[in-house]
């Protein structure tokens, strides 16, 4: 059966939830009797209900979950599609330049016309200027920049680029991806704290795999090799199907991406994987701990952020990195 968020969130389902949670009636007619006004289409929303996790139909009677458990399985459920999406559509851009190449040599014709709207922009290894003016150029709607590459980042913020791109917008933000590295920062922190202040935001992720630059929905740009981290000999494409599923692939990896905080709590990454899905035995695997060392980090996180379950603690994290 296919159950969607509507089905669990809606008014007459939360009543439902609602009084089965405050009365506990042990029978599906106990639950019909303590209901004001039963739905015509109250089997439907159990059904819908105890796919979702909040209860059980069996023959002897109704049991009840938790909703502090099934809101973390619901939340997870929903970041492992998000990073199973996000790894689908980052194979798929890792072969757009390649295809894009070959089509637009394939169908031009002997005046030059190409069915795809690309031109090739060449920015000096030493400072990227060409690229940035280029992209300011493009009166920007809503800039955003995926940067794999720290000298790269720190070039665009010491030159001013990214200040001077968000003053040319009106209510978006400039949006800054970077790798999830925790070495990157030290020489960062000034120039970034001066983007900042003019409305610049960064994040972190674990999927960025290369330079990008998505504009929609006039503009993106790509590397000539994709997965390269610096901006130069990149592709700009103007096609619209092309900027809006490079717009959709930057959206994946902003939902799923970090604040970029100068959090030095040794807590942080493990929340951090915990929120993309990970149990706790992968998030020890993933850091090279243990699982007891893990459960450690969980109970000082729920101590500094005021936490009293797992279910808060998620609550609180989430709140924080937004």
């Given at each position: 059966?296919?159950?969607h968020?509507?089905?669990?969130?809606?008014?007459?389902?939360?009543?439902?939830?609602?009084?089965?949670?405050?009365?506990?009636?042990?029978?599906?007619?106990?639950?019909?009797?303590a209901?004001?006004e039963?739905?015509?289409?109250?089997d439907?929303?159990?059904?819908?209900?105890?796919?979702?996790?909040?209860?059980?139909?069996?023959?002897?009677?109704?049991?009840?979950?938790?909703?502090?458990?099934?809101?973390?399985a619901?939340?997870?459920?929903?970041?492992?599609?998000?990073v199973?999406?996000?790894?689908?559509t980052?194979a798929?851009?890792?072969?757009?330049?390649?295809?894009?190449?070959?089509?637009?040599?394939?169908?031009?014709?002997?005046?030059?016309?190409h069915?795809?709207?690309?031109?090739?922009?060449?920015?000096?290894?030493?400072?990227?200027?060409?690229?940035?003016?280029?992209?300011?150029?493009?009166?920007?709607?809503?800039?955003?920049l995926v940067?794999?590459?720290?000298?790269?980042?720190?070039?665009?913020?010491?030159?001013?680029?990214?200040?001077?791109?968000?003053?040319?917008?009106?209510?978006?933000?400039?949006?800054?991806l970077?790798?999830?590295?925790?070495?990157?920062?030290?020489?960062?922190?000034?120039?970034?704290?001066?983007?900042?202040?003019?409305?610049?935001?960064?994040?972190?992720?674990?999927?960025?795999?290369?330079?990008?630059?998505?504009?929609?929905?006039?503009?993106?740009?790509?590397?000539?090799?994709?997965?390269?981290?610096?901006?130069?000999s990149?592709?700009?494409?103007?096609?619209?199907?092309?900027?809006?599923?490079?717009?959709?692939?930057?959206?994946?990896?902003?939902?799923?991406?970090?604040?970029?905080?100068?959090?030095?709590?040794?807590?942080?990454?493990?929340?951090?994987?915990?929120?993309?899905?990970?149990?706790?035995?992968?998030?020890?695997?993933?850091?090279?701990?243990?699982?007891?060392t893990?459960?450690?980090?969980?109970?000082?996180?729920?101590?500094?952020?005021?936490?009293?379950?797992?279910?808060?603690?998620?609550?609180?994290?989430?709140?924080?990195?937004?």
């Amino acid at each position: 059966m296919d159950v969607h968020e509507d089905d669990l969130l809606d008014a007459a389902s939360m009543e439902i939830l609602s009084t089965a949670y405050l009365l506990r009636p042990d029978t599906e007619a106990e639950l019909v009797a303590a209901l004001r006004e039963p739905p015509d289409d109250l089997d439907r929303r159990l059904a819908a209900l105890e796919a979702g996790g909040f209860l059980r139909r069996r023959h002897e009677g109704l049991e009840y979950e938790s909703p502090y458990a099934v809101f973390i399985a619901i939340g997870e459920a929903r970041a492992r599609r998000l990073v199973a999406e996000n790894h689908r559509t980052v194979a798929m851009m890792e072969a757009l330049p390649q295809l894009i190449r070959a089509w637009d040599l394939g169908t031009s014709t002997p005046d030059g016309d190409h069915p795809l709207a690309v031109s090739l922009i060449n920015a000096r290894s030493t400072s990227y200027d060409e690229w940035f003016r280029h992209a300011e150029a493009e009166r920007p709607t809503r800039p955003s920049l995926v940067v794999t590459d720290e000298h790269v980042l720190q070039l665009a913020l010491e030159s001013g680029h990214l200040t001077h791109l968000q003053s040319q917008l009106d209510d978006a933000q400039v949006r800054v991806l970077a790798p999830a590295d925790p070495t990157w920062g030290a020489d960062l922190a000034e120039p970034m704290a001066v983007a900042r202040a003019a409305g610049v935001e960064f994040r972190r992720s674990e999927q960025a795999a290369g330079w990008m630059y998505v504009d929609a929905p006039s503009l993106v740009a790509l590397p000539v090799w994709w997965g390269s981290g610096t901006p130069e000999s990149a592709i700009a494409i103007r096609t619209p199907p092309v900027v809006a599923a490079l717009d959709l692939l930057f959206s994946l990896l902003w939902a799923t991406s970090n604040a970029w905080t100068d959090d030095d709590e040794p807590w942080v990454d493990v929340l951090r994987l915990l929120s993309s899905g990970l149990t706790d035995d992968s998030v020890a695997r993933t850091l090279g701990t243990t699982s007891r060392t893990v459960r450690r980090r969980i109970a000082e996180a729920m101590r500094d952020l005021g936490a009293t379950s797992r279910f808060t603690l998620g609550m609180a994290w989430r709140a924080r990195r937004d």
